[in-house]
């Protein structure tokens, strides 16, 4: 079955603070995946799309990699704007669907 | 160039009233997604649309809901006798394509049943 998994739950961390977040998926023939940020009461806002093992983007103080199992999402000297909810997504096989994972919740301090 | 417009972003329904969503997707996209999220746990897929036709509604109940996204107009998720379970939100999102591109949400929908 595919599975996307993300950790931590949540992370809280002091202003300028590095860190990174992790989303591990199981899937048969990745197409693609999707990093989004979400705020309280508000639909996902979209941030990058990966589409191949080894491939990186980056936005601002945000990094994305990709291997084959996991992906990760690089933030760098954050600030206290970049507290959000980050959910990691996938869309595999022939399927048309994203399989999301529950997210991490993202805390910085100023 | 407006993004995804989701309205009402508030709905409160008795139990057995019917829920009515509406989706207008960004312009020049012609696939729709509906998925639903309730609190403290990730999105889910409901169903994907295009112009006229449902193309997966493999996340959608059997009963109660359906979904439909017509030539003119915008997608509408539908809820029949709504149930306090059916309380979430529901989130439209809308893309160019279906394979591997990004796809761009509303500000959702919340519902609440009482």
């Known amino acids: 079955e595919d599975q996307v998994t993300q950790s931590p739950e949540a992370l809280r961390l002091q202003e300028g603070e590095s860190s990174s977040l992790n989303c591990s998926y199981t899937?048969?023939?990745?197409?693609?995946l999707f990093w989004y940020r979400q705020d309280p009461g508000k639909g996902p806002e979209f941030l990058f799309t990966?589409?191949?093992?080894?491939e990186e983007k980056e936005k601002e103080r945000l990094k994305a990699t990709l291997t084959k199992k996991e992906s990760f999402l690089h933030i760098t000297a954050p600030k206290p704007e970049d507290s959000a909810t980050y959910l990691c997504?996938?869309?595999?096989?022939?399927?048309?669907?994203?399989?999301w994972g529950a997210g991490t919740k993202l805390i910085i301090k100023p | 160039n407006a993004g995804v417009m989701q309205n009402p972003r508030h709905l409160v329904r008795r139990r057995g009233q019917e829920a009515r969503l509406r989706c207008s997707p960004m312009?020049?996209?012609?696939?729709v997604y509906w998925y639903r999220q309730l609190p403290e746990e990730g999105l889910k897929f409901m169903v994907y649309?295009?112009?006229?036709?449902?193309?997966?509604e493999s996340g959608m109940p059997k009963e109660r809901f359906s979904a439909e996204f017509p030539k003119e107009g915008p997608s509408i998720l539908r809820i029949q006798q709504v149930v306090r379970g059916d309380s979430a939100a529901y989130f439209c999102?809308?893309?160019?394509?279906?394979?591997?591109?990004?796809?761009?949400f509303g500000q959702g929908t919340r519902l609440t049943v009482v």
């Open positions: 999102a809308s893309s160019q394509s279906s394979g591997g591109t990004e796809a761009f």
């Open positions: 990966l589409y191949s093992a080894g």
């Open positions: 997504a996938v869309q595999a096989g022939s399927n048309y669907q994203l399989i």
């Open positions: 899937v048969s023939g990745l197409r693609g």
């Open positions: 649309l295009q112009k006229e036709n449902i193309i997966d």
């Open positions: 312009k020049g996209h012609s696939h």
